[in-house]
Each structure stands twice: as structure tokens, then as C-alpha cells.
């Protein structure tokens, strides 16, 4: 869903380095896309630059270490780690998503995330060129890294193949028994604020299968809003403040936003 939208495919990262000094110097908007599956854009679309990452999925692999461009998808990841011996990303299995979406987000699940893996973020620094952060320096929190606040463009990273190993099959499993995945939906649509599920929070409030248009409240996991088909992002929209809303009402805990929602 959305609107219409320009969009630049960079072929390399030297491209995107000029685009991105390009949009910088012209004060033109742009907005870097992964895959996109925990973004929300508006019915307007979008009126700057959409960067896609699509093409700038290229990696190698260095002893332990796995370095990958920000738009190679986390399913190639788990596969080329899976090519030399290490499950150590089965825990991203299932998560639609490019490697830089996924070090933005620190995208995980309630055991793992993918700050805990990563060794350095190669970034587009205000001078243009790229430079590479260490671990210490992104802030990884749950769904969080210095990235989300600061917008500065991911180009690649470094990811260790050798820590904690995680069994793909059982997580799939889990996810298509407590997840809806035969419709389209942003994943959770909510954080879970500390020591609550949002989940949970959205179910007791007795939202399941509320729906505003096409836009319907998971029966099966309510932190889930799916696209029964044409739904609008107005209507997904008005779904998360009537969510908010209730949930508020009924529990005095306040839903922060998981998925990105940006405005036209
Ligand atoms: N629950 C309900 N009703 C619901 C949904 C959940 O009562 O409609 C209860 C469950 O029974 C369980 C608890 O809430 O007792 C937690 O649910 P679940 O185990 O499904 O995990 P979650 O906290 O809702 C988190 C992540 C998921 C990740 C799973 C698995 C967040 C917001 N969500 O879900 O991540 O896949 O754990 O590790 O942190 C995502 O980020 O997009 C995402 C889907």
C-alpha cells in the first residue's frame, strides 16, 4: 500500500554516495529502503527520493565473519552462513527483511537480536564518504540502534557467524503456529512495552478480528494488522489509534510504534 514514489536503485555504494550528496546539498527528502516490511508509507506516497537497496546485495565471507552490503536479504545471510557450517543467524528465519533494515530495527526475537552479532556498521558519514562503526557506538536496544534516530545511510556490515547457534526449523515452526502469514502485514505492529506483550494487551482488550475497511486486527496474533486486500494506509492508520486508544483505556499502558509509519 502507498501512494506514487520516485525511486533510485544504486547500483554500488560509490553511486548511493553521490545520490545521497546529491539529495544532502539539494535539501531534497529521501528515505532509504530495504525490503520495506516494517515501513508504512502514506496513500500520498512519498514526494522526495526513495532510495532502494535492492541491488547493493553483495557479500563475502572472512574466516567467522560474514561482510554484506545493507540490501542483501537476511534469508541469503542465513543461507551463506548455512554454506559454511554456522546456523548462528537461523534466529532472523522468516523476517522479510535486507541486513541494513534489520541493524536499523535490531530486528530479532525474544531470544536474539542482531545487535548482539554485530562487529561494525559501515555508514555514509556527513562528509560523504564511509566510515565504520563499531558495535559500541550503535546503541542496539530492543528495536533500536543510533541508526533509527540519526537516518545516516547503512551501506554494509560485519556480522560474527560464531556465536550462539539457533534451530531454523523450530523457530519457523513457532512463527507459523503464533503468527498470521497468509496475509500481508508490517509484523508486529507494536513494541512490547516492558514486562507486557503487546499482544497480549491488544487481545484482552478484546480487539481480535476488529477490522476498519480492509484493514483487520489479527485473530490469530493481535500485535498483527493485516491487509485483508486494497486496505489503505489511512485505514491501517486509523486501525493503530483505535488500537492505541483502547488499549490505553483499559490498561493505562501507552503502545509505542514498532513499524516506521512515514508521512508523504
Ligand atoms: N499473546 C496473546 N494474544 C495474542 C498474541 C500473543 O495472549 O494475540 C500472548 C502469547 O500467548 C504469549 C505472549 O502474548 O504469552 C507473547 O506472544 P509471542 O510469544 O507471540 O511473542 P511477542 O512478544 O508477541 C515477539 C516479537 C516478534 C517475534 C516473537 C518471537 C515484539 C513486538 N515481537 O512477539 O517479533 O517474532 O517475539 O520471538 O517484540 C516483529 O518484531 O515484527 C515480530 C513479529
Do not use: W
Amino acid at each position: 500500500m502507498g501512494g506514487p514514489a520516485t525511486v533510485f536503485r544504486a547500483a554500488s555504494i560509490d553511486v548511493l554516495r553521490e545520490v545521497v550528496a546529491f539529495c544532502r546539498s539539494k535539501e531534497i527528502d529521501h528515505y532509504i529502503l530495504g525490503k520495506g516490511s516494517n515501513v508504512l508509507f502514506s496513500d500520498r506516497g512519498y514526494a522526495g527520493v526513495i532510495l532502494s537497496m535492492a541491488d547493493l546485495a553483495g557479500y563475502r565471507v572472512s574466516g567467522t565473519r560474514i561482510i554484506a552490503e545493507a540490501g542483501a536479504p537476511l534469508g541469503t545471510l542465513i543461507a551463506v552462513a548455512h554454506a559454511h557450517g554456522s546456523h548462528g543467524l537461523d534466529f532472523l528465519a522468516g523476517i522479510p527483511g535486507t541486513l541494513g533494515g534489520a541493524v536499523t530495527l535490531n530486528a530479532g526475537i525474544t531470544e536474539a537480536e542482531i545487535g548482539e552479532i554485530i562487529e561494525n556498521v559501515g555508514v555514509i558519514d556527513i562528509a560523504g564518504d564511509v566510515t565504520h562503526i563499531g558495535r559500541d557506538r550503535c546503541e542496539f536496544a530492543y528495536r533500536s540502534s543510533s541508526f533509527l534516530t540519526s537516518r545516516i545511510p547503512i551501506v554494509d556490515a560485519c556480522l560474527r557467524l560464531d556465536g550462539s547457534e539457533y534451530d531454523l526449523r523450530r523457530l519457523l515452526a513457532l512463527r507459523r503456529a503464533t503468527q498470521p502469514l497468509a496475509f500481508p502485514s508490517a509484523g508486529c505492529t507494536f513494541k512490547n512495552p516492558p514486562g507486557f506483550s503487546a499482544g497480549e494487551l491488544i487481545d484482552r482488550a478484546g480487539l481480535k478480528g476488529f477490522r476498519v475497511g480492509m484493514a483487520k486486527v489479527s485473530d490469530k496474533h493481535a500485535n498483527f494488522i493485516l491487509n485483508l486486500g486494497g486496505a489503505t494506509s489511512a485505514e491501517i492508520r486509523k486501525l493503530i489509534d483505535i488500537v492505541r486508544q483502547k488499549v490505553y483505556k483499559s490498561f493505562r499502558i501507552p503502545l509505542e510504534l514498532e513499524i516506521e509509519v512515514v508521512d508523504g
